[in-house]
């Protein structure tokens, strides 16, 4: 069994992970690897530091501390756009469990919550106080999380919406996210991510591309439907092959840009 | 391997007792204690048959660290009955039917209790929520939901 090691803050315990440490936040990940029998890993790294856990507005943003749980975001008035995102997971124990940071880390086909804080312009704060766009934080997954900012997004302007076959909880077959941003009723700068289609979740750069100055409705977002699933690699798993996620990626991106789903 | 202390109160009582490093919670309260009402299902978290109540919160013991509960409090299925009977729950699930294997049932309960606890009288949605990660591969679910909604509307107990 591996051996655990509390640290106070999250600089000590940083200086103290080895390649073979985990850290260990809300635990459903790594307890269930434990469980197991993961030989991957020797070490459990935790911090209980209550500052982990922080919600901070800081004008057109809010930063997020990495041990805020799904629970702490549904009980956050200032994280209410997050509310859908943070309901998609799991059930009520595993939402008061499962952290922010924690989600950052979950392999296919979870991370629906890191799929709408990639659509809001995520930004991970590491514990050496550098930060780094989500989007590159996801491709390999390094370092200790200390908080996640994201935008503040204005009235109905953030979509998200958790494609899953089983009801009303299962795990994702693709999670759409949007943040519409707009500019003298056109759109502009809008940011679009998927969960559950590539092997972390990934921006539709394609589809915000075609989406620059566009009008929100069935004609203006034509193009992004055609350019849906361009430049991606939707894989297959257990819960749906990658021409599936392929075929239904337009039809709820088009469901999803016009409010038809929430 | 060092064992570590820990010291909590479950279902009314202190506990205390040295666990493993690594351990889960839902090992230390079956082995390590004796309460066998949570029980273990899948080990990650997917099925809800440990389910457990910490500081009021539903959990999963299986995958809770055991010694991140240190002076906390923790609720099981054990508890729920007192000196006045069976909880309104355990006493809807019973009249109800809503039990056929039973293997879920204590971690159906928890869930339950804690949705009863912050909201007394749910809506079958509110219900459904509430339950949406415990398994029932008897497939009773109706039942299960019927039953809590009558304790729901059961008299109120005090204590």
Same mark, same amino acid.
């Given at each position: 069994?591996?051996?655990?090691?509390?640290?106070?803050?999250?600089?000590?315990?940083?200086?103290?992970?080895?390649?073979?440490?985990?850290?260990?936040?809300?635990?459903?990940?790594?307890?269930?690897?434990?469980?197991?029998?993961?030989?991957?890993?020797?070490?459990?790294?935790?911090?209980?530091?209550?500052?982990?856990?922080?919600?901070?507005?800081?004008?057109?943003?809010?930063?997020?501390?990495?041990?805020?749980?799904?629970?702490?975001?549904?009980?956050s008035r200032d994280l209410d756009f997050l509310w859908p995102a943070a309901r998609a997971v799991g059930g009520p124990a595993i939402r008061s469990m499962a952290t922010v940071g924690g989600n950052l880390f979950a392999p296919h086909p979870y991370g629906d919550l890191t799929t709408a804080l990639l659509a809001l312009d995520g930004v991970v704060h590491l514990s050496d106080s550098g930060q780094v766009p989500l989007d590159q934080f996801l491709v390999n997954r390094a370092g200790l999380v200390r908080s996640v900012s994201v935008i503040r997004p204005a009235g109905d302007a953030f979509r998200f919406h958790k494609v899953s076959r089983v009801k009303p909880k299962g795990a994702s077959v693709l999670t759409i996210a949007a943040w519409l941003n707009r500019s003298a009723g056109r759109l502009s700068n809008v940011r679009i991510a998927y969960g559950a289609f590539a092997a972390t979740p990934v921006r539709v750069t394609a589809v915000e591309r075609a989406l620059e100055g566009a009008s929100l409705d069935q004609a203006g977002i034509a193009p992004a439907l055609q350019a849906a699933t361009d430049g991606l690699a939707p894989v297959d798993d257990a819960l749906a092959s990658g021409w599936y996620r392929a075929e239904i990626a337009p039809v709820y991106l088009r469901r999803v840009l016009l409010g038809e789903v929430r | 391997?060092?064992?570590?202390?820990?010291?909590?109160?479950?279902?009314?009582?202190?506990?205390?007792?040295?666990?493993?490093?690594?351990?889960?919670?839902?090992?230390?309260? #079956? #082995?390590?204690?004796?309460?066998?009402?949570?029980?273990?299902?899948?080990? $990650?978290?997917?099925?809800?048959?440990?389910?457990?109540?910490?500081?009021?919160?539903? *959990?999963?013991?299986?995958?809770?660290?055991?010694?991140?509960? /240190?002076? =906390?409090?923790? /609720?099981?299925?054990?508890?729920?009955?007192?000196?006045?009977?069976? *909880?309104?729950? $355990? $006493?809807?699930?019973?009249?109800?039917?809503?039990?056929?294997?039973?293997?879920?049932?204590?971690?159906?309960?928890?869930?339950?209790?804690?949705?009863?606890? =912050?909201?007394?009288?749910?809506? =079958? /949605? /509110?219900?459904?929520?509430?339950?949406?990660?415990?398994?029932?591969?008897c497939t009773g679910y109706e039942p299960i939901v019927d039953a809590i909604l009558t304790a729901a509307r059961a008299p109120r107990r005090t204590g």
């Open positions: 069994m591996p051996s655990v090691a509390t640290y106070a803050t999250l600089a000590e315990a940083a200086s103290a992970m080895t390649p073979t440490s985990r850290f260990l936040a809300g635990g459903t990940l790594v307890m269930r690897d434990v469980n197991y029998g993961d030989q991957g890993f020797d070490r459990i790294v935790r911090v209980p530091d209550p500052a982990l856990k922080a919600i901070t507005p800081d004008s057109g943003r809010i930063s997020i501390g990495a041990g805020v749980t799904m629970a702490g975001i549904l009980a | 391997m060092a064992k570590t202390p820990v010291t909590f109160t479950l279902n009314g009582r202190e506990a205390a007792t040295f666990v493993d490093p690594a351990a889960n919670l839902l090992d230390v309260l #079956r #082995r390590g204690l004796g309460d066998l009402s949570p029980k273990y299902g899948c080990g $990650q978290g997917t099925c809800g048959a440990c389910t457990v109540l910490i500081d009021g919160e539903p *959990h999963l013991s299986c995958v809770t660290l055991a010694e991140t509960i /240190e002076g =906390r409090t923790v /609720e099981t299925t054990n508890g729920l009955q007192d000196s006045a009977g069976l *909880h309104p729950l $355990q $006493q809807a699930f019973m009249d109800g039917f809503a039990a056929q294997c039973g293997y879920c049932t204590p971690g159906m309960l928890m869930a339950a209790k804690a949705l009863l606890d =912050r909201n007394p009288s749910p809506s =079958r /949605e /509110e219900v459904i929520d509430a339950i949406a990660g415990n398994v029932c591969r």
